[in-house]
T-cell receptor
């Protein structure tokens, strides 16, 4: 039912590299989110968007940036990766119209910075 | 501000036994409450949601949860555990209507033993 895709699923990259994590959804949802999840920990919201050209920082401070040029696409970028960025990143989308209240999640990108 | 507390980071039950995962929340407005399940190396899948309709909510895979305003609780139960229920379970709260930003609990790892 949920059509939200994240690529890559796993990424191992060296310190200082620029990376972009991709997130796309085919449901036409206006609202999209990025959550960061460390092992054994809760998810923390790091970015969200309520529509095209709208981006906001979440509750957890992050050195990453996001963009929302198209409704279906919400990429996350790290200009210079560091070991402290090692984590799982989960993308989600939602559309409260029509009574749907839940967020749909992608399968996540597990990032390891060495 | 909203918050979620999940008591017990690890819960172990025997196959066929009752599953009870606890969740308490705080919210300054009537909340929307959710339970999500996460299997290893996967994203989050919605189990069930409370959106101010019936206080007893039935979800997928035989799970249900009861919203108790007086106790600010939304505990997840299943009458009979199955091996396939072994996963991480997250309780989450959303304020101000559905489809908005989620605040998650720290998660409960459910182990099912033979």
């Amino acid at each position: 039912e949920a059509d939200i895709y994240q690529t890559p699923r796993y990424l191992v990259i060296g310190t200082g590299k620029k990376i972009t994590l991709e997130c796309s959804q085919t449901m036409g949802h206006d609202k999209m989110y990025w959550y960061q999840q460390d092992p054994g920990m809760e998810l923390h919201l790091i970015h969200y968007s309520y529509g095209v050209n709208s981006t906001e920082k979440g509750d957890l401070s992050s050195e990453s940036t996001v963009s929302r040029i198209r409704t279906e696409h919400f990429p996350l970028t790290l200009e210079s990766a560091r070991p402290s960025h090692t984590s799982q990143y989960l993308c989600a989308s939602s559309d409260p119209t029509g009574g749907r209240t839940e967020a749909f999640f992608g399968q996540g990108t597990r990032l390891t910075v060495v | 501000a909203q918050s979620v507390t999940q008591l017990g980071s690890h819960v172990s039950v025997s196959e066929g036994a009752l599953v009870l995962l606890r969740c308490n929340y705080s919210s300054s407005v009537p909340p929307y409450l959710f339970w999500y399940v996460q299997y290893p190396n996967q994203g989050l899948q919605l189990l069930l949601k409370y959106t101010s309709a019936a206080t007893l909510v039935k979800g997928i895979n035989g799970f249900e949860a009861e919203f108790k305003k007086s106790e600010t609780s939304f505990h997840l139960t299943k009458p009979s555990a199955h091996m396939s229920d072994a996963a991480e379970y997250f309780c989450a709260v959303s304020e101000g209507g559905g489809g908005n930003k989620l605040t998650f609990g720290t998660g409960t790892q459910l182990k099912v033993e033979l």
